[in-house]
């Protein structure tokens, strides 16, 4: 099965990022709307682990649906897997994030993702991910920054 794994330091306090991360149904708090990749609407269906996001984009003729898997606040990860209909030639995908703190105003976070694709596809599917953490580096970072 096909991994990925994407890590990135954000110039902001874990603590502020855990907060935005935690808040799963919230997703519009952080997404930079300004990028290829604008969101209209979330709808969410319950709390906690088990929720599930859906995400409805701009152009986008179904919702990216993102379950919540696990939240763990100690430890600062959580799992997360794409249910439903599945973009770019998806056809399972499971990622754990992990967020650890350098000092009192940075920190890393990283992706490591395992999926399924369909054949022919993988390199789509890759090019999406990646360009999806990305999006999520930059929002969580400028939304940090908002405060």
Do not use: K
């Not at 954000?10 to 907060?19: F, G, H, N, V």
């Amino acid at each position: 099965m096909p991994t990925i794994d994407a890590q990135c330091e954000l110039q902001a306090a874990a603590e502020r990022i855990w907060e935005l991360i935690q808040d799963f149904g919230n997703i519009e708090a952080w997404w930079p709307q300004g990028g290829p990749v604008r969101i209209a609407r979330v709808d969410v269906e319950g709390q906690g682990p088990g929720m599930v996001r859906h995400i409805y984009n701009e152009g986008m003729p179904a919702p990216v649906s993102e379950r919540l898997d696990s939240l763990d606040p100690p430890s600062r990860l959580w799992q997360l897997s794409i249910v439903g209909e599945r973009p770019a030639g998806l056809l399972r995908y499971q990622a754990t994030g992990r967020l650890q703190p350098l000092d009192a105003q940075r920190c890393t976070i990283s992706y490591h993702g395992q999926f399924e694709v369909e054949p022919g596809r993988e390199d789509e599917a890759r090019q999406f991910l990646e360009g999806c953490y990305a999006l999520m580096f930059a929002g969580l970072e400028e939304a940090a920054r908002r405060g």
